[in-house]
């Protein structure tokens, strides 16, 4: 080859050589630029992501406060109507007492006839014990009659010596 077609050649290749690395370069720059463009696009993602993270999670917080408050006053109103029944049956339970005490115990005039009466048996029980109420009584026999021990070294009584006299304790 001539020499001349050779550096036609060597230019040729130069220049391409040339053209490729200013190429390159812009490629650079564009891949420098698309990179910070990029970290611009990250930053402005995230700030996106965290307010839209923060407007959930209040959303979140205020529910659960709602939540909360609701659950309290359910317990609240469980509370009284708890406290209502109990004083309810309370209540009824003390109404039914005073009714049955009413009812089984004696009023006041009956409770002073009642010792009026109990005044006069216990003097018939000292007036019976002065006449011999202490007797030894049973039944005997297979007629089953009424048997008093006797003091069998007294003397008979009665027109007939039918009377014995009574053994006492």
């Keep these: 080859m001539n020499d001349r077609a050779m550096s036609d050649d060597a230019m040729r290749l130069g220049l391409l050589m040339e053209a490729a690395q200013a190429q390159q370069h812009l490629s650079q720059e564009s891949l420098e630029r698309m990179a910070a463009h990029t970290r611009g696009l990250d930053l402005i993602v995230r700030d996106e992501i965290r307010r839209t993270l923060a407007e959930g999670l209040g959303e979140v917080a205020s529910e659960s406060r709602r939540a909360t408050e609701s659950l309290q006053r359910m317990r609240r109103a469980a509370n009284v109507r708890t406290l209502l029944w109990t004083v309810s049956i309370a209540m009824i339970c003390s109404g039914v007492a005073m009714g049955e005490a009413w009812w089984m115990v004696p009023s006041r005039s009956e409770l002073a006839a009642l010792r009026a009466r109990r005044d006069a048996l216990a003097n018939n029980v ?44």
């Design 126 to 169: 000292v007036r019976l014990e002065q006449r011999g109420g202490m007797l030894d009584v049973k039944t005997c026999g297979t007629r089953a009659r009424l048997c008093v021990r006797v003091d069998r070294n007294a003397p008979a009584y009665g027109p007939g010596a039918d009377y014995l006299v009574v053994k006492g304790y």
